[in-house]
C-alpha cells in the first residue's frame, strides 16, 4: 500500500493508525476499571503490548512490500512482545497460586 502513492497510499496510513488505536481502546475497554495499585501495572503492560503488537501487525500485514521497520527492528519487537507476553502469564498464573 505505502508504494502505490497517492490515495492508496494515504489509506494505508489511516489503516494502520486506526488499527493500532483500535487495539489499544479494545485492550483498554476489556480491563476493569476498578483496580488496585498493582493491577495498574498490569493495565500499563497489556496497553503497552498491545500498541506494539498492532504496530507488528501493521508492519507485516498492511505494509508487505515497504518495511517499515528493519528485520533487526522486527526481530527485536517480536521479542519483547514475546518477553512481555510470558512475564505477564508468569506473574497471573503465580497470582492465582497465592490466591488460592
Do not use: C, H, P
Not at 506494539?52 to 508492519?59: M, Q, S, Y
Request: no cysteine; hydrophobic share 55%; charged share 20%.
Amino acid at each position: 500500500m505505502y508504494s502505490e502513492g497517492g490515495i492508496v497510499m494515504i489509506a494505508g496510513v489511516i489503516i494502520s493508525l486506526v488499527f493500532v488505536a483500535l487495539s489499544v481502546w479494545y485492550v483498554n475497554k476489556m480491563i476493569d476499571t476498578q483496580l488496585e495499585e498493582k493491577q495498574w501495572l498490569t493495565r500499563f503492560v497489556s496497553l503497552l503490548l498491545a500498541a506494539f503488537l498492532g504496530v507488528f501487525i501493521v508492519d507485516v500485514i498492511v505494509s508487505w512490500k515497504v518495511k517499515l521497520l528493519s528485520d533487526e527492528m522486527r526481530n527485536s519487537l517480536f521479542e519483547l512482545i514475546k518477553n512481555v507476553v510470558l512475564v505477564v502469564f508468569g506473574y497471573q498464573f503465580n497470582n492465582k497460586k497465592e490466591i488460592k
